[in-house]
């Protein structure tokens, strides 16, 4: 298999870039590669000094087609659904790019606890990284809440103020009616 992997690896280091035709001429096509179909086109009849095309001689071996440099089977996995048939001496794993944060982290936790590499990350540093986001998402949640009773009691302070300014102040000489009105009041009672 690594004997595989090698002789994978020096056909990858000959093949040729395949780009293609008149690319250098015209700057709106991009480098895909595409068949020539020309009638007269050089390349298309391969004469010599000119691009070389897709052929079967530049593939590699069958057996290892479509592994990872490590020699692992590369397996997308997008839920933990798929981590279960999966043996960590033979498969390798990459998280779709469209699973979210909180799965993400689940699916590696379940990884690491399976002992399953994964391909194009390192999950110790994800796991941390996906803590810290969720850490700091809810510090900030409970900041904001903070913030909104804060903003609630000085709204009731602010109530409670305006309240008192609605009585109405009273002059001098209305103090001293109401004081006399008191006394009256009570002298009335004690008699």
């Known amino acids: 298999m690594e004997n595989l992997l090698q002789v994978r690896k020096l056909a990858k280091a ?5 780009i293609r035709q008149d690319i250098p ?7 895909k590669w595409r068949k020539p179909k020309g009638a007269h086109s050089k390349i298309r009849h391969n004469m010599r000094g000119r691009r070389k095309m897709p052929t079967v001689g530049y593939r590699g071996p069958t057996e290892v087609r479509g592994m990872h440099d ?3 089977h590369i397996i997308n996995v997008s839920n933990i659904g798929q981590l279960k048939n999966l043996d960590a001496k033979k498969d390798g794993i990459i998280v779709s790019s469209a699973v979210g944060k909180k799965k993400r982290l689940v699916i590696f936790q ?3 606890e399976m002992q399953l590499q994964v391909l194009n990350l390192n999950i110790d540093e994800q796991i941390s990284k996906i803590n810290d986001f969720v850490s700091a ?8 809440k903070k913030k909104e009773e804060k903003k609630k009691a000085e709204e009731k302070k602010k109530e409670k103020v305006e309240e008192k300014k609605d009585v109405p102040q009273l002059t ?10 008191e006394m009256d009041k009570v002298l009335t009672q004690k008699a």
């Open 25 to 31: 001429k015209r700057m709106k096509l991009k480098l």
């Open 137 to 144: 998402k809810k510090k900030q949640k409970e900041d904001s």
């Open 14 to 18: 000959k093949r040729p870039e395949f």
């Open 110 to 112: 379940k990884a690491k």
């Open 172 to 181: 001098d000489e209305q103090k001293k009616e109401a004081e006399k009105k």
């Open 70 to 72: 490590s020699g692992l």
